[in-house]
């Protein structure tokens, strides 16, 4: 199987690849033990790069859910209800709604937008399937990252098959010895 590398990664542990459009592939069997040791854990650090933001966009979509959840129970009545507005995470003023027909929606980085009831549903419904096109294709980057890892332990493992067999008994000695 051919995996491909970055080209940074590749002049890293020095194999020169061309720089062109299309991405090169590396032929797994031709490269020696420390390459693919390095490559591995290139792999490695991508796949827990990958997990972090599924782990981020699965946190905000959860709190998308809870405030289109929160949304779905005002209703026009609401007009004039006391309420507790909060200002932090642990304080807490009373309010009262002025007009619950309309919300404000904190869309990041301390900007704000006013919609109505309606117009904010439809917010949170397109972030929501947003969110999850962009977990399905991180799953799927994900999935292929977990196959080329796969298949470079099973070469490295050949590799070091291979090492054993060519050294006699007592010849392949730990580093820490």
């Known amino acids: 199987m051919q995996v491909i590398p970055t ?5 890293q542990i ?14 797994l069997s031709k490269l020696n033990f420390k390459q693919l040791i390095q490559l591995k854990i290139q792999v490695d ?5 990958l997990q972090d933001s599924m782990c981020s966009l699965k946190i905000a979509m959860n709190k998308f859910l809870d405030s289109k959840e929160s949304l779905e129970k005002i209703t026009v009545e609401w ?4 309420i507790m507005l909060p200002l932090s995470v642990s304080v807490y003023i009373p309010a009262r709604i002025a007009e ?3 919300v404000l929606l904190d869309i990041g980085t301390g900007y704000f937008i ?26 799927a980057v994900g999935l292929e990252k977990s196959n080329i890892r796969e298949v470079l332990v099973d070469v490295i ?9 060519s050294f006699p008994k007592g010849e392949l000695q730990s580093p820490n010895t």
Do not use: W
């Open 7 to 11: 080209i940074e990664f590749c002049h």
């Open 14 to 27: 020095g194999i020169q690849m061309a720089t062109v459009e299309e991405p090169q592939g590396v032929e």
């Open 45 to 49: 650090k991508e796949l827990n790069l």
């Open 79 to 82: 007009n004039s209800k006391e």
């Open 100 to 102: 619950a027909g309309t």
């Open 114 to 139: 006013q919609k109505d009831l309606e117009g904010a549903r439809d917010y949170f419904e397109r972030k929501i399937i947003f969110i999850n096109d962009q977990i399905d294709k991180i799953q």
């Open 157 to 165: 493992e050949t590799k070091l098959g291979q090492m054993a067999v």
